[in-house]
T-cell receptor, first 115, second 113 residues
């Protein structure tokens, strides 16, 4: 039961253009959505988050959009830079009965930004 | 401020053996979560420790167990290793629980032969 889905395993974009990474989810109880970036031989690094009560959050070159009715979120990177080449994980969080936030990850999308 | 560290970096074990992985949380963080990332998959939640108590667990069998120490460092123990346990094991710390903001270590690559 994959509650967070990233259907594109890879994406190639020219430097300077927009990168759009997509994510779908099935659990309507998720209250926060997050994007993590992962370089080889490193752990995932938190990039940006959005609360389920918002539809957009922006941080510099990174913007996350949330469409609750479609259970869909996307990460926009503008402009894309070669250093953005990494695996991007979409994740979603829900408060569990034990009083902790359980975070569920997608399988990741590998972004390659071509100079 | 030191980040999350994990040891060892790599480990090779034989099926049926037991393994212990270690994690030091980021300074000031009292919550540690462990994840298993199999090849081509996203991290999967194993369990979380908050102030030395397990307060959440994912869909993993009891042979996956853990500990958190008074300094908030943590161990993940896996008994009776199976080939499918081969994966990258990630530790993440948070300033408190509940919190979705986690800081990950570089992981321990476990290979079971």
């Amino acid at each position: 039961d994959q509650q967070v889905k990233q259907n594109s395993p890879s994406l190639s974009v020219q430097e300077g253009r927009i990168s759009i990474l997509n994510c779908d989810y099935t659990n309507s109880m998720f209250d926060y959505f997050l994007w993590y970036k992962k370089y080889p031989a490193e752990g995932p690094t938190f990039l940006i988050s959005i609360s389920s009560i918002k539809d957009k959050n922006e941080d510099g070159r990174f913007t996350v959009f949330l469409n609750k009715s479609a259970k869909h979120l996307s990460l926009h990177i503008v402009p894309s830079q070669p250093g953005d080449s990494a695996v991007y994980f979409c994740a979603a969080s829900v408060m569990n009965s034990g009083g902790y936030q359980k975070v569920t990850f997608g399988i990741g999308t590998k972004l390659q930004v071509i100079p | 401020e030191t980040g999350v560290t994990q040891s060892p970096t790599h480990l090779i074990k034989t099926r049926g053996q037991q393994v212990t992985l270690r994690c030091s949380s980021q300074s000031g963080h009292n919550t540690v979560s462990w994840y298993q990332q199999a090849l081509g998959q996203g991290p999967q939640f194993i369990f979380q420790y908050y102030r030395e108590e397990e307060n959440g667990r994912g869909n993993f069998p009891p042979r996956f167990s853990g500990l958190q120490f008074p300094n908030y460092s943590s161990e993940l123990n896996v008994n009776a290793l199976e080939l499918d346990d081969s994966a990258l094991y990630l530790c993440a710390s948070s300033a408190t629980s509940p919190s979705y903001e986690q800081y990950f270590g570089p992981g321990t690559r476990l290979t079971v032969t």
